[in-house]
């Protein structure tokens, strides 16, 4: 009986199941000890900051009134390489949300909307991730993933700094653990037999 005519019938793709998870668990039990390895890395602006405190330092050196080229000459980053926000975006930075109620008086609250009509807006996003691989057991692989993920929002309004900026984000350390049998489903031995 051919691999093939074996696979079509529920028996063929339950013995093709069973046989490559017999290899991997086999496989796996050999690497169970094993050193982890690395998993890659994930950086977004990283050149312009030697690390998440040295954004966050900057960031705090940051003061209302600063004009756009002083504050950018702090951070050390040219206006190209940052996030421009939509109206939306810059509401949400001021006020928390797009849908939350502008403070004041219909007067006041028309001259905050003219105000962030006229007012530009930067997200910088600071990432510096890495990550590796191992095995915790020999059917559990897991990944622990470390570094620091930022977030940084500023407003200028007539080429000076709105307000202080805000900073969100920090540090990650998380660990994500699966089985092999996550990856054993009818159609990743179909696709395994093609």
Do not use: W
């Amino acid at each position: 009986m051919s691999l093939l005519r074996c696979a079509t019938s529920a028996t063929g793709i339950c013995i093709i199941r069973f046989s490559i998870m017999a290899m991997m668990v086999l496989g796996l039990q050999a690497c169970a000890g094993s050193a982890p390895v690395p998993g890659g890395t994930e950086a977004v602006n990283q050149p312009y900051f030697t690390s998440g405190n040295d954004l966050k330092s900057r960031v705090d050196k940051l003061n209302p009134g600063m004009s756009e080229d002083e504050a950018m000459k702090t951070l050390g980053i040219k206006k190209g390489q940052m996030t421009l926000l939509d109206r939306i975006g810059i509401r949400k930075a001021l006020f928390g949300g797009e849908n939350a109620p502008l403070p004041g008086t219909p007067e006041e609250q028309m001259e905050i909307y003219t105000i962030i009509q006229e007012s530009t807006g930067y997200k910088l996003d600071f990432k510096d991730i890495y990550r590796k691989h191992g095995f915790s057991s020999p059917i559990r692989m897991q990944t622990d993933e470390k570094g620091v993920n930022y977030s940084v929002t500023m407003v200028f309004h007539d080429g000076a700094l709105l307000e202080k900026p805000v900073l969100s984000g920090g540090p990650i350390n998380d660990t994500d653990s699966t089985t092999i049998f996550d990856f054993l489903n009818p159609g990743t031995a179909l696709s395994l037999i093609k």
